[in-house]
């Protein structure tokens, strides 16, 4: 079994709809992340979490909210979905620790599509 | 100006070539280099990391120049199963580590 998943894997919506998007790890880490990728540009971070009660924002979080439900969960949802927010989705989990060996882990992404 | 630059190729070589990619970086605040490959339609995975001293795993070696601010990987042999996009990580430290990724350069390896 994958050790980060995500649901769902493909996802077509129509503007202004509210979506979520879940994420869910084994691996145990405490830091989990949410990420867009976008085609000619490299990922991008939406928000990150360091624990349950830790939230932050990333880069490009306006139009984004989430919560992190344990230890293991993280969902990122999309209040009122835009079509340029059609993008690929991953989540990832990473260990605390030094610059040098922080590995991020990732989810097998979610394809979102906004008609 | 993009704070990692990556040649976002197609890169198309045999089956057996050598093949190198560079990446160049803005910010010399960046601490920590990364190669990560993201297979098509797939998640990005971790290739290796790329030390002061450059570093070599198997067929794969990657070094940084930090005066240049660029850092390179480099495929011997290349194989089909090589042919992936081939990420570069930058890693600023402060609060959290912040990853900055490059938009990634394709490599196709034909037989």
């Known amino acids: 079994d994958a050790d980060v998943t995500q649901t769902p894997r493909n996802r077509i919506t129509k503007t202004g709809k509210r979506i979520m998007l879940e994420c869910s790890q084994t691996?145990?880490?405490?830091?989990m992340y949410w990420y867009r990728q976008d085609p000619g540009l490299g990922l991008r971070l939406i928000y990150y979490?360091?624990?349950?009660?830790?939230?932050n924002k990333g880069e490009i979080s306006d139009g984004y909210s989430v919560s992190r439900q344990a230890q293991a969960k993280f969902s990122l949802s999309l209040e009122s979905a835009i079509p340029n927010q059609t993008a690929l989705y991953f989540c990832?989990?990473?260990?605390?620790?030094?610059?040098?060996?922080?590995?991020?882990?990732f989810g097998p992404g979610t394809r979102l599509t906004v008609l | 100006r993009k704070e990692v630059e990556q040649d976002p190729g197609p890169f198309n070589v045999p089956e057996g070539a050598t093949v190198a990619f560079n990446c160049t970086y803005s910010?010399?605040?960046?601490?920590?280099f990364f190669w990560y490959r993201q297979d098509c339609r797939k998640e990005p995975k971790l290739l290796m990391s790329?030390?002061?001293s450059g570093n070599e795993d198997g067929r794969f070696t990657a070094q940084l120049n930090r005066a240049s601010q660029y850092i390179s990987l480099l495929i011997r042999d290349s194989k089909l199963s090589d042919s992936a996009t081939y990420l570069c990580?930058?890693?600023?430290?402060?609060?959290?580590?912040?990853?900055?990724f490059g938009a990634g350069t394709r490599l196709a390896v034909h037989p």
């Open positions: 990832a989990t990473s260990e605390p620790g030094l610059a040098s060996t922080d590995t991020q882990y």
């Open positions: 691996k145990g880490h405490d830091r």
């Open positions: 979490s360091f624990d349950v009660k830790d939230i």
């Open positions: 910010n010399s605040a960046s601490q920590s």
């Open positions: 790329v030390y002061s």
């Open positions: 990580v930058v890693v600023i430290s402060g609060g959290y580590n912040k990853l900055i």
